[in-house]
T-cell receptor, first 114, second 114 residues
Framework: DTAVSQTPKYLVTQMGNDKSIKCEQN?????MYWYKQDSKKFLKIMFS???????INETVPNRFSPKSPDKAHLNLHINSLELGDSAVYFC?????????????FGPGTRLTVL | QQQVKQSPQSLIVQKGGISIINCAYE??????FPWYQQFPGKGPALLIA?????SEKKEGRFTISFNKSAKQFSLHIMDSQPGDSATYFC?????????????FGTGTQLKVEL
């Protein structure tokens, strides 16, 4: 009965490769997010989608391309991976866009770029 | 530019003691102030949240104190327990570009010792 799930949990890859992280939520939420947590544990929003439409794009390099095939899924594709992309990536979801709606986070995907 | 400043970076408290984490914000457009708790290897989870028109909110052993004029808020954990050992993030939420943007503080690593 996992609410927000991500695959894979760990991803180790070489510089220059392309990789994808998948996210699914079974909460029936309309809004989904991607966050990046760096080595100092700082959490920063990357993207937000509402009903499959991009709402927030936080000046993320265009090597990062989110895709939302339906309201329950938000995938993150990363091209030409760089060392600085190493981080933990969290997917989250909320019921709508209101600021007081709780965001529910997935377990994270630890990406290591060698 | 760190819009939500959090201190201390780490905190050690004896079991049964009070843990206090402080946050300050700059942007008066923030309209909701949640606290998230993160255990190692897990995603952040909402702990407690407060609206800016309320000065205090209590849920069990957790209390948020909010000072709108000073643009500061804090989390108090009463009767701290070893199970409370985790990283705590304050956050501030606002609407931007039609989306709910959550800005996190830098996190406080709490350790509760026996």
């Amino acid at each position: 009965d996992t609410a927000v799930s991500q695959t894979p949990k760990y991803l180790v890859t070489q510089m220059g490769n392309d990789k994808s992280i998948k996210c699914e939520q079974n909460l029936g939420h309309d809004t989904m997010y991607w966050y990046k947590q760096d080595s100092k544990k700082f959490l920063k929003i990357m993207f937000s989608y509402n009903n499959k439409e991009l709402i927030i794009n936080e000046t993320v390099p265009n090597r990062f391309s989110p895709k939302s095939p339906d309201k329950a899924h938000l995938n993150l594709h990363i091209n030409s991976l760089e060392l600085g992309d190493s981080a933990v990536y969290f997917c989250a979801s909320s019921q709508g866009l209101a600021v007081r709606n709780t965001q529910y986070f997935g377990p994270g995907t630890r990406l290591t770029v060698l | 530019q760190q819009q939500v400043k959090q201190s201390p970076q780490s905190l050690i408290v004896q079991k049964g003691g009070i843990s206090i984490i402080n946050c300050a914000y700059e942007n008066t457009a923030f309209d909701y102030f949640p606290w998230y708790q993160q255990f190692p290897g897990k995603g952040p989870a909402l702990l407690i949240a407060i609206r800016p028109d309320v000065s205090e909110k209590k849920e069990g052993r957790f209390t948020i104190s909010f000072n709108k004029s000073a643009k500061q808020f804090s989390l108090h954990i009463m009767d701290s327990q070893p199970g409370d050992s985790a990283t705590y993030f304050c956050a501030a939420s606002r609407l931007t570009g039609g989306g709910n943007k959550l800005t996190f503080g830098t996190g406080t690593q709490l350790k509760v010792e026996l």
